[in-house]
């Protein structure tokens, strides 16, 4: 049972370059996150999706496009980076099934980005 | 203005050394979740609750929905306690999944 798993665990790209970010989950989970991390910011909410299917934005989309492929995977692609996308990024999931049932979060490893 | 604030920020302790972690909200929520990153970066979920008390070995998170606030307990610390512990916020109700607003983080090193 690999949890969640995230590629690459680096990159470096060049301004204006594109790349997708790959998630995949092996819980059978319905909901799949994208975050990221910046020094001092706390993590901030990209995109998600509730369930195969459906996405939708969260508090940073601008810039980044996701796709729901199957229950199992969720990509993240920059289409023209820039500089200001340098950051960490960390993919998650969780069944969520209302306030009473577990909504844990389970996340990858991460992917560290640079942008030059 | 962050929904979600942490305090403290930073935090050393001596090995041994009962520890609390504080987590404020502003808004109404249906849950809050306690994760824990290693030094290495990876995270993972401690608790998640929405009242009451959670224990799970030496950790305990307790939260009070009146006063908006919750606590992380580390009972008998121990430098592989050392990580960063970041308290978010699952905003509104009936499962608007996509609502989470995480706090900044408090570092805890635990000194042997």
């Known amino acids: 049972n690999a949890g969640v798993t995230q590629t690459p665990k680096f990159q470096v790209l060049k301004t204006g370059q594109s790349m997708t970010l790959q998630c995949a989950q092996d819980?059978?989970?319905?909901?799949m996150y994208w975050y990221r991390q910046d020094p001092g910011m706390g993590l901030r909410l990209i995109y998600y999706?509730?369930?195969?299917?459906?996405?939708d934005k969260g508090e940073v989309p601008n810039g980044y496009n996701v796709s729901r492929l199957n229950k199992r995977e969720f990509s993240l692609r920059l289409e023209s980076a820039a500089p200001s996308q340098t950051s960490v990024y960390f993919c998650?999931?969780?069944?969520?099934?209302?306030?009473?049932?577990?909504?844990?979060?389970?996340f990858g490893p991460g992917t560290r980005l640079t942008v030059t | 203005k962050n929904e979600v604030e942490q305090s403290p920020q930073n935090l050393t302790a001596q090995e041994g050394e009962f520890i609390t972690i504080n987590c404020s909200y502003s808004?109404?929520?249906?849950?809050l979740h306690w994760l824990q990153q290693h030094p290495g970066g990876g995270i993972v979920s401690l608790f998640m609750l929405s009242s009451g008390k959670k224990k799970h070995g030496r950790l305990i998170a307790t939260i009070n929905i009146q006063e908006k606030h919750s606590s992380l307990h580390i009972t008998a610390s121990h430098p592989r306690d050392s990580a960063v512990y970041i308290c978010?916020?699952?905003?509104?109700?009936?499962?608007?999944?996509?609502?989470?607003?995480f706090g900044k983080g408090t570092k805890l090193s635990v000194k042997p």
């Open positions: 999706s509730a369930s195969e299917g459906t996405t």
């Open positions: 978010a916020a699952h905003l509104g109700y009936g499962g608007s999944q996509g609502n989470l607003i």
């Open positions: 998650a999931s969780s069944e969520w099934q209302g306030v009473t049932r577990s909504g844990e979060q389970y």
């Open positions: 808004v109404g929520i249906s849950a």
């Open positions: 819980m059978n989970h319905n909901s």
